[in-house]
């Protein structure tokens, strides 16, 4: 059975960083896109980093670019999500995503981490 498990969310100060993990068993990380999302009530799952199959681009929101990285550790089937200066509004629950070549939408992935809580204080 294919499964993610997530790690690493919290509280931070504004301008800290946390680093995010979502561990994959069941299926080659490295054959797929892999997406980092995140969520607020109220709004929709919004895409914030995605890498794509055999690692060929990696792409971000505007509003995460220049201070969140996305690796990704075929070697350890695991994908990780760097954030640095966060912000408050960068206060969400985040998931990591499993997708075939060219997913986007949230539907397109039909495999999610539990989801992680990320909290960021003024």
């Known amino acids: 059975e294919a499964q993610f498990v997530e790690s690493g969310g919290g509280l931070a100060q504004a301008g800290g960083s946390l680093r995010l993990s979502c561990a994959a068993s069941?299926?080659?990380?490295?054959?797929?896109?892999r997406g980092w999302f995140r969520q607020v009530p109220g709004k929709e799952r919004e895409l914030i980093a995605l890498?794509?199959?055999?690692?060929?681009?990696?792409d971000y929101a505007d509003s995460v670019k220049g201070r969140f990285t996305l690796s990704s550790d075929n070697a350890k089937n695991t994908v990780y999500l760097e954030m640095n200066s966060l912000k408050p509004e960068d206060t969400a629950v985040y998931y990591c995503?499993?997708?075939?070549?060219?997913?986007?939408?949230?539907?397109?992935?039909?495999?999610w981490g539990q989801g992680t809580q990320v909290t960021v204080s003024s």
């Open positions: 069941g299926f080659s990380l490295a054959s797929y896109a």
């Open positions: 995503a499993a997708g075939p070549f060219g997913a986007t939408m949230t539907h397109d992935f039909p495999c």
């Open positions: 890498i794509s199959s055999r690692d060929t681009t990696i």
